[in-house]
């Protein structure tokens, strides 16, 4: 019995000394290898890991040891090993749970140094969550398939569950996707000034916050507009400031056809050229584009800096061209 014991200690330790060696070589090289990677987050990790690394090689050097015991009753032996991989499953949890932690990190700092922008939070955020409760999921499917649970009706059973929780929230996922699609696609970013057109929906403002469910905008009126996010997926958006956030903007006026077209092309150029906001190295056009009932309507385009003051603008707009056509005795129709 005496004997047993210590052939078990003598081969734990021996193991267990082996272990550590070819653990701490390999850590050796792989702190060399992380010093010489730009981001200093590797090396953060390895370092962090140190104690999960020396507990698992410690339950595995204990496990292989109990093998060698033949006097412990066969249940406890069984008993001693699912414990074993249970807690070695548990550590290896810890190494991939710190191991998502130092990515979602070295991203953050990788998007701020690269100048992008921080809509990928969201995005970012249900990809740090759905990589733990995976790593969690698989981990519990691990541990109770050794300890003889019937795994496979459980799945099955989840998968029902899940498919009714999923058909119960049909909106809040379609959302959620949604949300995770504009984030990637980025059709507009947060301060971009935008345009939702649909079915039963028009709203103009300045985007507040894009978040997995719904997109908050501010409109020109200063009301706060929460839309959701399958609806802006499903309809058309303009955005007034991405690429470029100068803006052509136009409006229609009507003069008496007898007028001289020149003339009047003339002085309504001379007029906008004189209102502040309308960019002076873009072209001012005049256009004809109806004749009715003696009247000629005009429709006259101009840049501006930015669309948010497009309709003040267009009172100034309005007034200088009205007073420069009253003043040139031309009648308007």
């Known amino acids: 019995m005496s004997s047993e014991w210590i052939d078990f200690a003598v081969s734990f330790f021996i193991l267990y000394v082996i272990m550590l060696l070819a653990a701490w070589l390999l850590e050796v090289v792989l702190i060399k290898i992380a010093r010489k990677v730009p981001s200093e987050y590797s ?8 104690p999960q690394i020396r507990l698992i090689l410690l339950f595995i050097s204990l496990k292989f040891a109990v093998t060698r015991l033949t006097s412990p ?95 119960a929230a049909q909106d809040t996922l379609s959302n959620m996707v949604s949300g995770i699609i504009l984030v990637i696609d980025k059709p507009f970013r947060i ?53 470029d956030p100068r803006s052509r903007v136009q409006i229609e006026i009507g003069v008496i056809q007898a007028s001289d077209l020149e003339i009047v092309r003339d002085v309504i150029i001379m007029a906008l050229r004189n209102v502040e906001g309308v960019l002076a190295e873009e072209p001012v056009d005049v256009i004809i584009v109806d004749f009715k009932d003696n009247k000629m309507s005009l429709r006259i385009r101009w840049w501006i800096e930015s669309s948010d003051a497009s309709r003040l603008e267009n009172e100034k707009i309005y007034e200088s061209v009205y007073l420069a056509l ?8």
């Not at 009253?326 to 129709?333: D, P, Y």
């Open 73 to 167: 009753p066969v249940n406890v032996k069984l008993a001693l090993d699912r414990l074993f991989f249970a807690l070695i499953i548990l550590f290896i949890v810890v190494v991939l749970w710190k191991l998502i932690d130092v990515v979602v990190l070295w991203y953050k700092d990788l998007s701020g140094k690269s100048g992008k922008d921080e809509h990928n939070e969201a995005a970012l955020l249900l990809a740090e969550r759905s990589a733990k409760i995976l790593v969690i999921s698989i981990s519990i499917i691990l541990v109770l398939d050794n300890y003889g649970v019937q795994v496979s009706a459980l799945v099955t059973t989840l998968g029902i569950g899940g498919l009714a929780v999923s058909l």
């Open 191 to 243: 301060g971009d000034r935008v345009e939702v057109q649909g079915v039963g929906l028009d709203v103009r403002g300045e985007v507040v916050d894009i978040g997995l469910r719904s997109t908050r905008i501010r409109t020109y009126d200063n009301q706060m507009v929460i839309v959701p996010n399958s609806s802006i997926s499903k309809n058309q958006v303009i955005n007034h400031t991405f690429p």
């Open 43 to 50: 090396e953060i990790f390895l370092r962090s890991i140190r």
């Open 326 to 333: 009253k003043n040139a005795k031309i009648e308007m129709a």
